[in-house]
Nanobody, 114 residues
Framework: QVQLVESGGGSVQPGGSLRLSCAAS????????MAWYRQAPEKQRELVAV???????KYAESVKGRFTISRDNTKNTVYLQMNSLKPEDTAVYYC????????WGQGTQVTVSS
């Protein structure tokens, strides 16, 4: 059974930082393109960051320079370091694994508010 379990969400003030983790089981993340998506209330789910099997990365324009995606293959875990957080970053953040099959985590809430 494949599971992607996100953690690390929470509430933070503007300008703060959070690090999200996505622990995978049932798959080896080295074989998947791993990504973080987010969905704000009444908005469509959007791609935030992607990391390929060769550690290539891609980011949404809105988070470039502030967010960093990384992977630890020994822990089978993907991370999203989020710095200089803004209120518009408030959303549920989802981990995604894509190859022939696609898997989603349950999501973790990030709230940026003063």
């Amino acid at each position: 059974q494949v599971q992607l379990v996100e953690s690390g969400g929470g509430s933070v003030q503007p300008g703060g930082s959070l690090r999200l983790s996505c622990a995978a089981s049932g798959i080896m993340i080295t074989r998947y393109i791993m990504a973080w998506y987010r969905q704000a209330p009444e908005k469509q789910r959007e791609l935030v960051a992607v990391i390929g099997s060769r550690i290539s990365t891609k980011y949404a324009e809105s988070v470039k320079g502030r967010f960093t995606i990384s992977r630890d293959n020994t822990k089978n875990t993907v991370y999203l370091q989020m710095n200089s957080l803004k209120p518009e970053d408030t959303a549920v953040y989802y981990c995604n694994a894509k190859d022939v099959s696609t898997y989603w985590g349950q999501g973790t809430q990030v709230t940026v508010s003063s």
